[in-house]
């Protein structure tokens, strides 16, 4: 059909003999057919991923503030970075150390950025390209198994915003997204029958996805081996010899660990609390939480029927073992390792959605069904549009919080509690690390950072006399959950003395301080911030810029 003058912008649906309309959509030199979106010719191709990709980083636009759970953490670190050698105040608080140490991803993304950009505009770029990496992953990955990309891929599109991305785990989450291009790699080239090229190929690739996230790596071998001996099975070679196969198509990847534990430094991080059945179950349900518990674990129940489809529909649906084997592997690590991973909690439960992402991946329609694409690309739509409205929720109140500032000295050392109700709520607490903030706009000490003895790159002096201040998470008074103090007690083993400011956030339930030092100089309903007078002798003593 020709593009008839004055039709312009006009649509119109023309019935025809297959079972849906055909909506056309006149665009000056050529016919459009919007349902074109939803058929082969469009999904198939090469430019779908991509625009797929650049849609999953839209809920991120409207990010102002970090707000993604540990996120405001990672930026005062990423600050202090970039800043340290010329602020006087973060080198008397803080030293940072660079070194090898698989859990860098982001940070070195930042500092080739920051120069350029600023900090936090750098860091802002880079998270919100993170759900767009792991939504191109999935689908070269699932493009490259089917030939064809499945309507059913669509439903895994929302698991790039799943629970441990909200959580702000950045550098995990990029190794995830890199895992899967890894993934894509190595299937391509099985498929090509070119195990020299794959080699050398993995091997070249293995030490980015190391460095971004040790836990992204283990990923990444899992991906591979599975993957590998899936492939075998489904061309009919035996299960010990498909093993075989699939240990020898992982050993090119070894090399940048074998690098890393000969030259690193052991890590003394805490591993413990094996099989936590209530997490997985809430990890499982909430895998994709976000803001309502209803529409979060409907959301979550949609993913999982999506996964079991060849298990409910067998004759509509097949799985591929090159997807389903590596999933289920992921799946039973996630059971079988302890929670807590060397420091890192919720090492295995990050493992869930990834896992679930990949069994659904592996599912396969053997008939097209339009209705089933439409779904897909509204799921996706949905969700985005939740995690839009959630981000900019957040980064208003955020923004809010983070006003008061402007109130705080640079260089001040910062007490900063914030407190939370015994019962847990559903919505994840967007600002639950914002005090350190302060650190990134004040060039302030805050007792909100991931200042370890192990596995992390910025720690502080061994001068510094606040080491053992009390943490930020605290509790309402009464509370008889024992893992968090409440604030009183908190409370009560701060040295006001060593002190410049006192910051309270989410004050509703407690009785705030009556001690002459304090004085309050901002506030906002819920939050407070007090100036701690002491003697001149006791204040802070560090130099300025």
């Known amino acids: ?22 909506f056309l959509y006149f665009t000056g030199s050529r016919i459009i057919r919007l349902t074109d979106i939803a058929k082969a010719d469009w999904l198939q191709s090469g430019r779908s991923a991509i625009v ?36 006087s105040y973060l080198s008397h608080y803080f030293v940072y150390d660079w070194q090898l140490i698989p859990n860098l991803g982001v940070d070195i993304l930042v500092a080739a950025l920051g120069p350029l950009l600023g900090t936090e505009r750098a860091a802002h770029m880079i998270v919100a390209l993170l759900p767009g990496i792991f939504v191109l992953g999935m689908l070269l990955v699932a493009k490259e198994v089917h030939k064809k990309l499945p309507w059913t891929s669509l439903f895994a599109l929302p698991l790039a915003y799943s629970y441990p991305f909200i959580f702000g785990f950045v550098n995990y989450w990029l190794s995830i997204g890199l895992a899967f291009i890894g993934l894509f790699i190595c299937l391509r080239f099985s498929r090509l029958e070119r195990p020299l090229a794959r080699s050398a190929a993995l091997a070249a690739y293995a030490p980015f996805v190391l460095v971004s996230h040790m836990a992204g790596f283990g990923v990444f071998g899992i991906f591979c081996f599975g993957g590998v001996l899936g492939n075998a099975l489904e061309k009919g070679e035996s299960l010990l010899h498909s093993i075989i196969r699939a240990i020898v198509a992982c050993m090119p990847i070894t090399w940048p660990l074998v690098v890393l534990i000969l030259s690193g430094k052991p890590s003394a991080g805490f591993t413990g609390i094996w099989f936590d059945i209530d997490g997985i179950l809430l990890w499982t349900v909430g895998m994709l939480r976000t803001r309502w518990m209803a529409i ?77 694409a439409w779904a897909g690309y509204t799921f996706f739509v949905v969700r985005s549009a939740i995690l839009f409205f959630a981000i900019q929720t957040a980064s208003s109140r955020a923004h809010l919080e983070l006003t008061g500032l402007t109130h705080v000295r640079p260089g001040s050392r910062i007490a900063a509690f914030h407190i939370t109700g015994c019962d847990r709520q559903w919505e994840p607490r967007y600002l639950n690390h914002i005090q350190s903030m302060a650190i990134t706009r004040r060039d302030a000490m805050v007792n909100d950072n991931f200042a370890q003895a192990s596995g992390q790159i910025m720690n502080l002096t061994p001068t510094e006399i606040n080491r053992e201040m009390p943490g930020q998470d605290v509790r309402n008074p009464g509370c008889l959950r024992g893992d968090v103090a409440t604030f009183d007690n908190a409370y009560a083993k701060l040295n006001l003395d060593q002190v410049d400011y006192l910051w309270i956030i989410d004050t509703v339930g407690i009785h705030l301080p009556q001690d002459r030092r304090l004085k309050r100089i901002w506030s906002k309903e819920g939050s407070v911030i007090f100036e701690v007078g002491h003697p001149q002798s006791l204040k802070t003593n560090v130099s300025a810029h």
């Open 1 to 22: 059909m020709e593009n008839e003058p004055g039709m312009t912008g006009i649509s119109v649906a023309i019935a025809n003999k297959a079972e849906y309309p055909q």
């Open 296 to 372: 979060d674990i409907l959301s979550a129940l949609i993913v999982l029927c999506g996964a079991s489809l060849p298990l409910l529909l067998r004759r509509s649906f097949k799985w591929s073992l090159s997807l389903l084997i590596p999933g289920i592997l992921l799946a039973i690590f996630g059971v079988l390792l302890p929670r807590l991973i060397n420091g890192s909690d919720y090492g295995s439960l990050r493992l869930i959605p990834v896992a679930v992402a990949l069994v659904l991946l592996a599912v396969h329609p053997k008939r097209p069904s339009l209705p089933l």
């Open 52 to 87: 797929l990709a650049a849609l999953a980083t839209v809920p991120l636009w409207p990010m102002a503030e970090p707000v993604l759970v540990d996120l405001p953490a990672h930026v005062s670190r990423y600050h202090t970075q970039q800043e340290i050698h010329t602020s």
